[in-house]
T-cell receptor
Framework: SAVISQKPSRDICQRGTSLTIQCQVD?????MFWYRQQPGQSLTLIAT?????????ESGFVIDKFPISRPNLTFSTLTVSNMSPEDSSIYLC?????????FGPGTRLTVL | AQKVTQAQTEISVVEKEDVTLDCVYE???????LFWYKQPPSGELVFLIR??????QNEISGRYSWNFQKSTSSFNFTITASQVVDSAVYFC???????????FGAGTTVTVRA
């Protein structure tokens, strides 16, 4: 399975600021995904990031709020913009491998 | 639209008991994949299994086993002889076709008491 790392692992931010989360994979992958897990909740897909094209966002998520970059086949970033306390969540990236879909360790974000 | 239902919110058992987690899914597609993940208190999401819609064989991996029944749209997960380290939230998930997007159930919190 792919080895996936995320930076930062956690952060505490002030409302109105932005945070960029990085996701690095140890092998080339076509599709990368970004999910959000709000406190005590399940996971919800934010967007699909393909290299060389704009990310595809799910209903309820917009590019202005969650801009995504995918500069190559091993890396992606998710920015949480103009944060509010409601953005406090765990953000996870994932990749599809030949045997399943695997997740990074997550970024635990707290917005004050 | 796809939907995954995990009706059990919490399950508490004593060590060495067996525990079965229910997962019911909805999709109109004939090609789909079902997943189970474990999320221990540390927060990482651990992949346990992926099963495609054309393979109804049950799977056993150590103390874990999975029962896939298309007739009832269910993909249940059993932990045999549970241990304290099995305490976690378990998620069932579904992806359809080749888009690999996962729809998650609400999760079941399993607590194993010593």
């Amino acid at each position: 399975s792919a080895v996936i790392s995320q930076k930062p692992s956690r952060d505490i931010c002030q409302r109105g600021t932005s945070l960029t989360i990085q996701c690095q994979v140890d092998s080339q992958v076509t599709m990368m995904f970004w999910y959000r897990q709000q406190p005590g909740q399940s996971l919800t897909l934010i967007a699909t990031a393909n290299q060389g094209s704009e990310a595809t966002y799910e209903s309820g998520f917009v590019i202005d709020k969650f801009p995504i970059s995918r500069p190559n086949l091993t890396f992606s970033t998710l920015t949480v913009s103009n944060m509010s306390p409601e953005d406090s969540s765990i953000y996870l990236c994932s990749v599809e491998g030949w045997e399943g879909q695997f997740f990074g360790p997550g970024t635990r974000l707290t917005v004050l | 639209a796809q939907k995954v239902t995990q009706a059990q919110t919490e399950i508490s058992v004593v060590e060495k008991e067996d525990v079965t987690l229910d997962c019911v899914y909805e999709t109109r597609d004939t090609t789909y994949y079902l997943f189970w993940y474990k999320q221990p208190p540390s927060g990482e999401l651990v992949f346990l299994i992926r099963r495609n819609s054309f393979d109804e064989q049950n799977e056993i991996s150590g103390r874990y086993s999975w029962n896939f029944q298309k007739s009832t749209s269910s993909f249940n997960f059993t932990i045999t002889a549970s241990q304290v380290v099995d305490s976690a939230v378990y998620f069932c998930a579904l992806s359809v076709g080749n888009d690999y997007k996962l729809s998650f159930g609400a999760g079941t919190t399993v607590t194993v008491r010593a």
